[in-house]
């Protein structure tokens, strides 16, 4: 034992057994809620109030971005009706198509010292 340090072996021994804090079970929860959460995301509430009641009512524990993956997991699948959260983000529109350009005529620079002003203006 080096010297000065009894004191923490002292502390050490008679400490008490912490408990990790560790939200395991978030998954199951989940899936526990899911008709709930579906029933309100159809009904128009936003994700985090959905997630804020569920967590008030003791039903969920899960951080919100947990709980948002999770929802995000299920819109993925074909199986739920849950809708995908990035699906509000995107334009209704579809991306316009590109037309393909036609080479018929290669570009080239050609460096000129005296510019010619009618191309300036």
């Known amino acids: 034992m080096a010297k000065g340090t009894s004191g923490i072996d002292e ?14 079970g978030g998954w199951m929860s989940f899936l ?27 039903k969920l524990k899960c951080s919100y971005d947990t709980f948002r993956g999770y929802v995000k997991k299920l819109g993925n699948r074909s199986s739920t009706n849950v809708p995908d959260v990035g699906s509000k983000l995107a334009s209704k529109q579809p991306a316009a198509k590109k037309q393909p350009i036609a080479k018929t005529e290669i570009k080239s620079f050609t460096f000129d010292p005296k510019p010619n002003i009618d191309d300036i203006y």
């Open 11 to 24: 502390w050490y021994s008679k400490r008490p057994e912490k408990e990790k804090n560790r939200r395991k």
């Open 32 to 58: 526990a809620v899911l008709d709930e959460v579906v029933a309100a995301i159809n009904a128009g509430y936003s994700l985090k109030v959905v997630h804020e009641y569920l967590s008030d009512q003791g």
